[in-house]
T-cell receptor, first 112, second 114 residues
């Protein structure tokens, strides 16, 4: 089975631009969550989606938004990019009742 | 979620057991101890979790003290591929579909020496 896949793997954007990151969960996984990992820090929780509904949200500004599609894939959108948004963005998926999340390898976003 | 304290870094010789400590003195009765690791340039990987009994799987063993205020992750025969950042996370049981995510600290950078 394919793991959690994220695209693109690397991305460079300019301050003020908008970006969309994509995530395909493992087949059969209905839960997707997003994390931001700044260099030298652990991942920070952004969003949790289950059955296409937002179930949880971390302490991030409204510039961050996400959605989950009928096929359970997900997009993370970040508007008005700041230099501080430069980070590795990780997506994780799980099936209901699972005891752990499976993470993708992430999208490395650089804002210049 | 309860806070955890881990050493910033540790070294271990290849082939030896790696013992990674974690302090969680404010853990609540319904909170589990989870361990994840992150190898460079990859996403975090689930290792093991437990409530109060010791746990073992194909990757590692988890030893939780009787008062549950600390735990140790044991990699029985460390290899170079075990070099990674190891995160100890304490939270209520994580069930897929739940509302909240994982709270990662800075973890322990484990370096396996040849």
């Amino acid at each position: 089975d394919a793991g959690v896949t994220q695209s693109p793997t690397h991305l460079i954007k300019t301050r003020g631009q908008q970006v969309t990151l994509r995530c395909s969960p493992i087949s059969g996984h209905k839960s997707v969550s997003w994390y931001q990992q700044v260099l030298g820090q652990g991942p920070q929780f952004i969003f949790q989606y289950y059955e296409k509904e937002e179930r949880g949200r971390g302490n991030f500004p409204d510039r961050f938004s996400a959605r989950q599609f009928p096929n359970y894939s997900s997009e993370l959108n970040v508007n008005a990019l700041l230099l501080g948004d430069s980070a590795l963005y990780l997506c994780a998926s799980s099936r209901q009742g699972a005891r752990g999340y499976t993470f993708g390898s992430g999208t490395r976003l650089t804002v210049v | 979620d309860a806070k955890t304290t881990q050493p910033t870094s540790m070294d271990c010789a290849e082939g030896r057991a790696a013992n990674l400590p974690c302090n969680h003195s404010t853990i609540s009765g319904n909170e589990y101890v989870y361990w994840y690791r992150q190898i460079h340039s990859q996403g975090p990987q689930y290792i093991i979790h437990g409530l109060k009994n010791n746990e073992t799987n194909e990757m590692a063993s988890l030893i939780i003290t009787e008062d549950r205020k600390s735990s140790t992750l044991i990699l029985p025969h460390a290899t170079l591929r075990d070099t990674a950042v190891y995160y100890c996370i304490v939270r209520v049981e994580l069930v897929g579909g739940g509302a909240d995510g994982l709270t990662f600290g800075k973890g322990t950078h484990l370096i396996i020496q040849p």
